[in-house]
């Protein structure tokens, strides 16, 4: 049985695209991202920004756009039937294209894969310029979530970034 990840979300104003890797079960069934109740991804966002997003689809995708941030998923298809990024990289999937959503059709400066998985399928299917990043896993099941690497790469401007990443 072939899953579909979710459209992307984002605007010609998006600054930094967030990149998960697949909808895990949870997130299927409520039918947005980060859907799984653990998963720190939208209290994150609320602790970075100081700000309450609220609970329905729309009020996230209106945060998102204010915040200039792009979200989508590397995976558009798969036949996982879990959750585990384990199993996705053993599935079958169809990865997505990239391009209408770098520049020049949108602002994005960096590129934040949520998990290694996300990051090293991007890597392989898509080559830019822009910083791309791989950050600690927002899911519960990582014991190694970082929120200050996501708090400064989330509000550092690409200039402060690209000098960070020279060191």
């Known amino acids: 049985m ?9 605007d010609k104003n998006s ?5 998960g890797s ?10 947005f991202y980060y859907g799984h109740k653990l998963n720190r991804f939208w209290t994150m966002l609320e602790k970075i ?3 309450k997003i609220g609970q329905t689809k729309e009020e996230k995708i209106v945060f998102l756009k204010k915040h200039h ?11 996982l039937e879990g959750s585990a990024d384990l199993a996705l990289e053993k599935s079958h999937i169809e990865t997505a ?4 959503l770098l520049p020049p059709n949108t602002k994005v400066e960096k590129i934040l894969c949520n998990g290694k998985t996300a990051y090293n399928l991007f890597q392989k299917i898509c080559q830019t ?16 979530f970082d929120f200050e690497q996501w708090k400064n790469a989330l509000t550092s401007k ?4 690209q000098i960070s990443m020279q060191r």
């Not at 941030?69 to 036949?79: E, G, R, T």
């Not at 294209?97 to 209408?100: A, G, I, L, M, P």
């Open 2 to 10: 072939k899953h579909l990840g979710f459209p992307p979300v984002f």
């Open 15 to 19: 600054k930094i695209l967030i990149l």
């Open 22 to 31: 697949f909808p895990s079960v949870k997130s299927r069934k409520v039918g």
């Open 49 to 51: 920004f100081n700000e």
């Open 69 to 79: 941030i792009a979200l989508w998923d590397v995976v558009q298809k798969s036949d």
């Open 97 to 100: 294209n990239f391009s209408f």
């Open 129 to 144: 310029d822009l910083p791309v990043l791989c950050m600690p896993s927002t899911s519960s099941a990582n014991p190694r």
């Open 158 to 161: 690409q200039t402060d970034y």
